[in-house]
């Protein structure tokens, strides 16, 4: 391991520029670092008779030839970067770290660019840059094999991205929304229904988080399946939430489901239910527009709460809020990722439905991950599924696939599926 340019100086690097200490150290620990010193950090890179020495005698040479000054996004000048006529391969890495962070923040030579500092690194943004460093080395050096390697990866949709830009494809194929796990639901109030919510919403792999002011009520429940259980005054609401959830108020009494409701009307929701009479309700409802809420804001909560299925018991009562809930979750015609694939970290090919046409057993978003032994959730089942996992096992590169559910061979949907194949890798933290 050496440097075309300047690189910090590692542990037990040799700075000696002696052939035989450093084919010693390969021998004894199967590598070596090597370079001569430029100051007391700094390594600068090998005489040159060396190097081409020690390219006859070992298997691999790895060369750093362009750094980044520790920053995962990298813009060159004319002078980058600094590749040997004999170089087989330049590997270009970059790191996914820098997503939604601004260009300043985490591309050196950001200057260099016709973009404002303060440009947040998107996806698009990122093989922008990316992209035309790959290119301009194309240019550069067309005869040598140019080969990508994106890092730092901290989730699946990660991954894909890693993937997308690795094998040149726009990313743009997938949608970000596809991967949105934010199903956190929050219950103020631990009733009867209450509790029968949490339950039900746990099982369908909701984040459940319970709020009560009642400890003596919280500790004689079994709590076990609940994420998080707040006790604490409903006043102090705000201080416990996340933005963007589902809410479901039920509280005890009218004042505190005001209170909470209060709290919640004005800031951003998936969904906002409060338990209560049609009488109840209309007197809420004649408070907050007393306060000044506009009507558009009381029209958008769900109550009194739940799909009318005509509930009696609180179980009853928990499945008809569920069932609004997942209602409102779906409104998007798009397919939630599970909480199983969304947490997996197995390499293989995660299957996307990019497409429906006429009836589909999914929606556009559903995704499966199939590993060399199996297989994580569903893109619908039957013939058409068991083909694109197939095809998938079979997949090295990405591709886009249609299965025609009109074929009796093949399902009975009367549809088709467009399926968008992306190999992807482990996550890491490089």
């Known amino acids: 391991i050496c440097t075309s340019t300047h690189m910090k100086i590692e542990e037990d690097t040799i700075l000696s520029g002696s052939l035989e200490e450093i084919l010693k150290s390969i021998k004894e620990n199967g590598y070596c670092m090597a370079g001569t010193r430029v100051d007391s950090l700094k390594m600068g890179p090998l005489d040159k008779n060396l190097y081409l020495s020690l390219c006859d005698m070992v298997d691999e040479v790895l060369i750093e030839a362009d750094g980044s000054k520790r920053l995962p996004l990298k813009v060159c000048n004319e002078n980058e970067p600094v590749i040997y006529e004999n170089v087989d391969e330049i590997v270009l890495v970059a790191g996914l770290r820098a997503l939604y962070k601004p260009l300043k923040e985490v591309c050196h030579r950001y200057n260099l660019l016709e973009m404002d500092e303060n440009t947040i690194v998107t996806p698009e943004v990122f093989q922008s840059i990316y992209s035309k460093y790959k290119n301009d080395l194309k240019t550069k050096y067309?005869?040598?094999k140019i080969t990508s390697k994106i890092c730092q990866t901290s989730s699946l949709f990660e991954q894909v991205i890693a993937s997308l830009i690795e094998h040149d494809v726009d990313v743009n194929v997938v949608n970000e929304s596809w991967f949105d796990i934010n199903k956190h639901l929050?219950?103020?109030?631990?009733?009867?229904?209450?509790?029968?919510?949490?339950?039900l919403a746990s099982y369908l792999e909701y984040h459940v988080h319970i709020m009560d002011e009642r400890q003596d009520l919280l500790d004689s429940l079994n709590l076990s399946h609940v994420d998080e259980v707040i006790c604490d005054s409903?006043?102090?609401?705000?201080?416990?939430?996340?933005?963007?959830c589902y809410y479901a108020i039920m509280t005890p009494k009218h004042d505190n489901d005001y209170e909470c409701l209060r709290a919640l009307i004005d800031k951003p929701y998936r969904y906002l239910g409060m338990i209560g009479s049609k009488k109840k309700v209309a007197l809420e409802f004649n408070r907050l527009r007393a306060e000044?809420?506009?009507?558009?804001?009381?029209?958008?909560?769900?109550s009194p709460i739940g799909l009318?299925?005509?509930?009696?018991?609180?179980?009853?009562?928990?499945?008809?809020?569920?069932?609004?809930i997942i209602q409102i979750k779906n409104a998007e015609s798009l397919s939630s990722i599970s909480t199983h694939l969304y947490e997996s970290n197995e390499e293989g090919v995660l299957c996307s439905l990019v497409k429906k046409e006429a009836s589909s057993p999914r929606n556009v978003g559903a995704m499966m991950l199939v590993t060399k032994d199996s297989f994580i959730d569903t893109i619908g089942g039957g013939s058409a599924e068991f083909n694109a996992i197939q095809d998938a096992r079979n997949c090295t590169d990405i591709m886009r696939k249609?299965?025609?559910?009109?074929?009796?061979?093949?399902g009975v949907c009367g549809g088709i599926q467009t399926v968008l194949f992306i190999p992807i890798k482990k996550q890491n933290a490089m």
């Open 142 to 144: 067309p005869a040598k």
């Open 186 to 199: 929050y219950i103020f109030g631990a009733g009867h229904v209450g509790y029968a919510l949490s339950q």
């Open 234 to 244: 409903y006043s102090n609401l705000e201080k416990h939430i996340l933005p963007d």
């Open 292 to 302: 000044g809420i506009s009507e558009e804001l009381i029209q958008k909560v769900h």
């Open 308 to 324: 009318k299925i005509g509930s009696q018991s609180p179980k009853e009562i928990a499945v008809s809020i569920m069932a609004e």
């Open 402 to 410: 249609s299965y025609n559910l009109i074929d009796g061979n093949i």
